[in-house]
Nanobody, 125 residues
Framework: QVQLVESGGGLVQAGGSLRLSCAAS????????MGWFRQAPGKEREFVAA????????YYSDSVKGRFTISRDNAKNTVDLEMNTLKPEDTAVYYC??????????????????WGQGTQVTVSS
């Protein structure tokens, strides 16, 4: 079991930046591949970015590639999502997710066993 707590959401103007952080409870955090997903009002939850257990591999959705950066600090049990050049369409609840087994990056929700509660990001135009 691993518990995940997201932070860093808020209200920002279009073109601005935010940094989300996800703190994991597990000391064996480096056994988990991590991902960020988001869900906008009236839409299904979608993949944003993923990072492998070592941090050596990352993967992004086309909609955020070049604007968002995922990173992790295994010593601190955290995974971050740096979001730049934000757009109103980035408005959503952002969720951190984890999957065990050191399997590599993953983009499907069903590949992740553990989820945080989410943090709201609102981008105004």
């Amino acid at each position: 079991q691993v518990q995940l707590v997201e932070s860093g959401g808020g209200l920002v103007q279009a073109g601005g930046s935010l940094r989300l952080s996800c703190a994991a409870s597990r000391r064996t955090f480096n056994n988990y591949d991590m991902g960020w997903f988001r869900q906008a009002p009236g839409k299904e939850r979608e993949f944003v970015a993923a990072i492998s257990w070592s941090g050596g591999s990352t993967y992004y959705s086309d909609s955020v590639k070049g604007r968002f950066t995922i990173s992790r600090d295994n010593a601190k049990n955290t995974v971050d999502l740096e979001m730049n050049t934000l757009k109103p369409e980035d408005t959503a609840v952002y969720y951190c997710a984890a999957r065990g087994g050191r399997l590599g990056v993953a983009s499907r929700q069903e590949q992740y066993a553990y989820w945080g509660q989410g943090t709201q990001v609102t981008v105004s135009s």
